[in-house]
Every structure is written in structure tokens, then in C-alpha cells.
Antibody
Framework: EVQLLESGGGLVQPGGSLRLSCAAS????????MSWVRQAPGKGLEWVSG????????YYADSVKGRFTISRDSSKNTLFLQMSSLRVEDTAIYYC????????????????WGQGTLVTVSS | EIVLTQSPATLSLSPGDRATLSCRAS??????LAWYQQKCGQAPRLLIY???NRATGIPARFSGSGSGTDFTLTISSLEPEDFAVYYC????????FGQGTRLEIK
């Protein structure tokens, strides 16, 4: 059974940093691209960042480019999102999502999602 | 950026009714479109990919159609568990989601 478990969310001040983790199990982690997708309170879904199975290719939404860094550790089956220079508008639930089979580079559908971790940016 | 516009914003129907949800893209996405269901407090679930293919374990009452800029998600006969928010997503050019359609019980 595929499981994705996010952690690392919390309250942070504007301009601060936070590192999210996503522990994956139930599938061959290094085979699949992964992404982070966020959802502001009461709002829709926004793709944030993606990374290839090997970790060699990374992709970012314009809204986070230069501030967020996605990475993965295949020895620990874990996906990360390092967030810096955080803004109030980054407040959201952050979901870890697995790319579906056959997804071309950077072009994903998401067949499994974690339950999310809440990031609140506020003074 | 490709903008996806979903309509209606809210759809009020009864169990057993047929639901038709629309997603329109600002430019052609070919068949690179998926549909997700999200229930309150839960993560999204993939229903349809490549515009018309049901994901694993999705009941046959869910179907998708369309290509280019106009897409439709149809639920043939609503079950109580189908009342939720539905999102479309394109992967033709980067990744964007529609703003969602809330399917509520009438």
C-alpha cells in the first residue's frame, strides 16, 4: 500500500524558513517523480514544485522560484521541501504527491497524495 | 500559464441525478487533463487522467470526455459519497489546476 506522510509544518514568521519532509513507502521511491502541491485555507490547489525520480531534474512554480528548494533522499525514501523567505501568502496545507506512471518530465498527474502538513506564516 | 476555468462554481443536485462538470482551458492542452475529487478535510483523489481514462479503482459512473480546450466530467448517477469538490488539472504546459466545482446535495 502506498503511503505518504508529511511532517515539518508549523507557525513561522514572515521572512523565516521551514523544511518539510515526506516519508514514502509501498512503492519503488526512486522510480517515480514527486511533487509538492499546496492549498491555501478555503482555496484551490496550486502546484509548487516537482522532482524527477533520480533527483536530477527539478521544477518550480514562478511563485516560489528562488525561495523554495525540492530534494529527495532515495536511501531514506524521503522527499523534502526547503522553504525560505516565507511570505504570508505561502500559508497553506502542503501535500506531497506521487507522479503517476508514464508521466513525462515535469508533466505529472498525481495518483497518490499524503494528508498534508499545515504551514502558517504570520507575525 | 494555462488557465483552467471550471463551471459551475457550485452544482446542487440530488442522489441519483446525473452531474455534468465543465473545465475550459485558455489554450489547447490536447488530452493532457485530469480530474480529482476532494472531500472535506481529505487529500485529493485522482479520478480521470488523459481526459477520459479512469484511474485505478474508480467506479464506472465517473467518465471524462473532451480534448483541446473543452472538457467534461460526468457522474452518471450520484451516490451520497460523490458530494465533494472536483478539480481539473492540465499537464500540457507546466501544471495548473482549475478553481474547483463544489457538488452539493440539493
Amino acid at each position: 500500500e502506498v503511503q505518504l506522510l508529511e511532517s515539518g509544518g508549523g507557525l513561522v514568521q514572515p521572512g523565516g524558513s521551514l523544511r518539510l519532509s515526506c516519508a514514502a513507502s509501498g512503492f519503488s521511491f526512486s522510480t517515480y517523480a514527486m511533487s509538492w502541491v499546496r492549498q491555501a485555507p478555503g482555496k484551490g490547489l496550486e502546484w509548487v514544485s516537482g522532482i524527477s525520480g533520480s533527483g536530477g531534474s527539478t521544477y518550480y512554480a514562478d511563485s516560489v522560484k528562488g525561495r523554495f528548494t525540492i530534494s529527495r533522499d532515495s536511501s531514506k525514501n524521503t522527499l523534502f521541501l526547503q522553504m525560505s523567505s516565507l511570505r504570508v501568502e505561502d500559508t497553506a496545507i502542503y501535500y506531497c504527491a506521487k507522479a503517476a506512471s508514464g508521466s513525462p518530465k515535469g508533466k505529472y498527474y498525481f495518483d497518490y497524495w499524503g494528508q498534508g502538513t499545515l504551514v502558517t506564516v504570520s507575525s | 500559464e494555462i488557465v483552467l476555468t471550471q463551471s459551475p462554481a457550485t452544482l446542487s443536485l440530488s442522489p441519483g441525478d446525473r452531474a455534468t462538470l465543465s473545465c475550459r482551458a485558455s489554450q489547447s492542452v490536447s488530452s493532457n487533463l485530469a480530474w480529482y475529487q476532494q472531500k472535506c478535510g481529505q487529500a485529493p483523489r485522482l479520478l480521470i487522467y488523459d481526459a477520459s481514462n479512469r484511474a485505478t479503482g474508480i467506479p464506472a459512473r465517473f467518465s471524462g470526455s473532451g480534448s483541446g480546450t473543452d472538457f467534461t466530467l460526468t457522474i452518471s448517477s450520484l451516490e451520497p459519497e460523490d458530494f465533494a469538490v472536483y478539480y481539473c488539472q492540465q499537464r500540457s504546459s507546466w501544471i495548473t489546476f482549475g478553481q474547483g466545482t463544489r457538488l452539493e446535495i440539493k
